[in-house]
């Protein structure tokens, strides 16, 4: 079977656990704008998890509100799309992140809570070297259920101003994983592995994890300089325009928020690393300041993007770039 996620903490999150319960022997990491756009060949067997659906999959799981409609569509017209968690077909809903659907899934399928009945493959009594049973006490643990909650809390950005200024845990190791660069694809499957198998105290003791969360916190001051120069408040809008920099430090994507604490929502502007002549926009809620009243997710649906109700990103054309920007920026000011 293949897994097909995206390289953010959440999509990791779920090859961890995927692959904690089902025999993966490939891996494709995509960007969510692959798979609306179509380009991405998806065949029976794949596992599509934390991206927008595409038909031929076997199970698919998703949390984003613009991909509401697909769930009926993946489970056909004789399913009621009420239910969102179906053995074989996998699970969809408006959830804090989409590992925790996953881990949803998995605990019901052990827990022989689904109708198996609606099974059309029963799960493999091993995985690898590992004794089925080992692998649902293993999902069934105190360990498990904290990176599911860490995870959830990092996806729906319920941080607190300390977890921004000065990360720590999943937190911090999440702020250094952000898909942008294929040639980081070991990384995340070094990550994957990790959060399936190692506390994470032997997860921050990992050389490769250690270096890049000591990059990050070394990093921190010098993205601080670059948002103040680069962000304009406008009314309640947190206007930032880093088109044209290179080398923006990753990481810390809610930095911007302390910075900024009177606006309620943020217009971030950037050059797409993955594709030529194409601009990143990206809408989100400050998360320390949520007053805003915009649906983000059915807002940027109408630009071939998404996401959900308080963030979301899609990417356009340069010479489409100034119009969609200043379009959006018209939507979401009050």
């Not at 990491?29 to 596992?47: H, S």
């Not at 069934?140 to 860490?150: A, G, M």
């Not at 921190?220 to 809008?237: A, S, Y």
Request: hydrophobic share 40%.
């Amino acid at each position: 079977m293949r897994l097909v996620t995206r390289a953010d903490f959440d999509g990791l999150a779920c090859g961890a656990l995927i692959t904690l319960m089902e025999e993966i022997d490939s891996y494709l990491f995509v960007e969510p704008k692959f798979m609306q756009d179509g380009v991405v060949e998806v065949r029976a067997g794949d596992i599509i998890a934390n991206l927008p659906y595409r038909p031929g999959c076997t199970l698919w799981f998703d949390h984003h509100i613009t991909n509401a409609e697909s769930w009926q569509r993946h489970l056909g017209p004789e399913a009621g799309a009420e239910e969102s968690i179906v053995p074989g077909k996998g699970g969809f809903r408006l959830a804090p992140s989409a590992a925790g659907i996953v881990y949803e899934y998995y605990n019901a399928l052990a827990g022989n809570r689904l109708r198996p009945r609606r099974i059309g493959l029963r799960p493999k009594r091993a995985i690898g070297d590992r004794r089925f049973e080992d692998s649902v006490k293993i999902l069934k643990s105190d360990r498990i259920r904290t990176l599911v909650e860490e995870t959830d809390k990092i996806d729906a950005g319920k941080l607190t101003p300390r977890d921004v200024l000065h990360p720590d845990g999943y937190v911090l190791v999440s702020m250094t994983v952000d898909g942008k660069r294929p040639e980081d694809e070991p990384y995340w499957m070094r990550v994957i592995e990790l959060l399936r198998d190692a506390p994470l105290e032997e997860m921050l003791r990992d050389p490769e994890v250690k270096r890049r969360c000591q990059e990050l916190l070394a990093a921190q001051e010098r993205l601080k300089g670059i948002l103040l120069e680069r962000t304009t408040l406008k009314g309640n809008v947190i206007y930032v325009d880093l088109r044209g920099i290179e080398d923006v430090p990753d990481g810390n994507r809610f930095l911007l928020y302390t910075l900024f604490p009177t606006g309620n929502i943020s217009l971030k502007i950037a050059d797409d690393s993955q594709r030529p002549n194409t601009t990143a926009i990206s809408v989100g809620y400050n998360i320390f300041n949520t007053t805003s009243r915009v649906n983000v997710g059915a807002l940027l649906e109408k630009y071939g993007g998404g996401g959900h109700r308080v963030v979301g990103s899609f990417r356009v054309p340069n010479l489409q770039s100034e119009r969609a920007i200043a379009e959006i920026l018209e939507a979401i000011k009050e």
